[in-house]
């Protein structure tokens, strides 16, 4: 599935830098903004689906407990990753993504991939 941008991310893009780095290589930010991390990712695992995140927001700045005030309004709900593709072809319009360096996953309002969304528990 492309996303607003072009890109399709191929089936085990996320599999070797996932092996290197595990879901504590991978941080949780606001928006892309480095200097949000607003939790940490517990567990990342790449499926049929695409990518499967379960993570915590934590409390411990401004910018965490405005994010997960946010989120359980249902304000914010959305998820993007921040990554470098390690391997990418063109396919008409579209860049497939073959292999990428998956650097974070932020909480966004809105995610070139419509589709990518998160919920809240608890």
């Known amino acids: 599935m492309a996303d607003l941008n072009g890109d399709v991310v191929a089936r085990g893009a996320f599999a070797d830098s ?3 780095t595990g879901a504590g290589g991978v941080r949780m930010l606001h928006q892309h ?9 517990e567990a990342i695992v790449e499926d049929a689906r695409g990518l499967f995140v379960r993570g915590r927001i934590a409390d411990w700045s401004a910018e965490a407990r405005f994010a997960a ?15 470098r593709a390690a391997k990418a072809r063109r396919d008409g ?11 974070e996953v932020s909480l966004v309002t809105f ?3 419509p589709e990518a969304r998160f919920g809240v528990v608890g």
């Open 69 to 83: 005030a946010l989120s359980r309004a249902g304000a914010l709900d959305g998820l993007s990753i921040g990554f």
């Open 18 to 20: 996932l092996a290197r």
């Open 111 to 113: 995610p070139m991939l």
């Open 93 to 103: 319009r579209l860049r497939v993504l073959s292999a990428v360096e998956l650097w």
């Open 33 to 41: 903004e480095g200097r949000a991390v607003v939790g940490v990712w």
